[in-house]
C-alpha cells in the first residue's frame, strides 16, 4: 500500500525555520512530480510549492524566497525548507506525490506548523 509519511512540522517564532519531509512508503517506480500544499484553519487548501520529476521547481508568491523545495531521490523522500516563517504561514502543510506511469495522487497525513508573532 503507498502511503506518504510526513514529519518536521512544530511550533516556531517568527522568523524561525523549519524542514519538513515527506517519504514514500510501499512504491518504487519514479514519480512524475511533488508538491507541498497548505490548509489554514477556516480558509481554502492553497499550493505552496513544487517539484518536477526533472528538478523544476515552483513556489506561490507568498514564501518565494523563502521556501526551498528539494528531492532525494535515493531516499525516496522531499523536502521543503523553510525559512523566515511568519505568523501567516501556519496552517497544516500536506505533500502530494505523483506516482507511476499514470501520475496517480498520494496525499500525505499532514502536518502542523504554527509560527507565533
Known amino acids: 500500500q ?3 509519511v ?5 511550533s516556531v517564532q517568527s522568523g524561525g525555520s ?12 519514479n514519480s512524475c512530480g511533488m508538491g ?11 499550493w505552496v510549492s513544487s517539484i518536477s520529476s526533472s528538478g ?6 507568498s514564501v518565494k524566497g523563502r521556501f526551498t523545495i528539494s528531492e532525494d531521490k535515493a531516499t525516496d ?11 501567516e504561514d501556519t496552517a ?3 505533500c502530494k506525490a505523483l506516482l ?7 496525499w500525505g497525513q499532514g502536518t502542523q506548523v504554527t509560527v507565533s508573532s
Open 2 to 4: 503507498v502511503r506518504l
Open 6 to 10: 510526513e514529519s518536521g512540522g512544530g
Open 18 to 29: 523549519l524542514r519538513l519531509s515527506c517519504t514514500v512508503r510501499g512504491f518504487t517506480s
Open 36 to 46: 507541498w500544499h497548505r490548509q489554514a484553519a477556516g480558509k481554502q487548501r492553497e
Open 56 to 61: 523544476s521547481t515552483s513556489y506561490a508568491d
Open 77 to 87: 523522500t522531499w523536502y521543503l525548507e523553510m525559512n523566515s516563517l511568519k505568523p
Open 92 to 94: 497544516m502543510y500536506s
Open 100 to 106: 507511476g506511469p499514470l501520475c496517480i495522487g498520494y
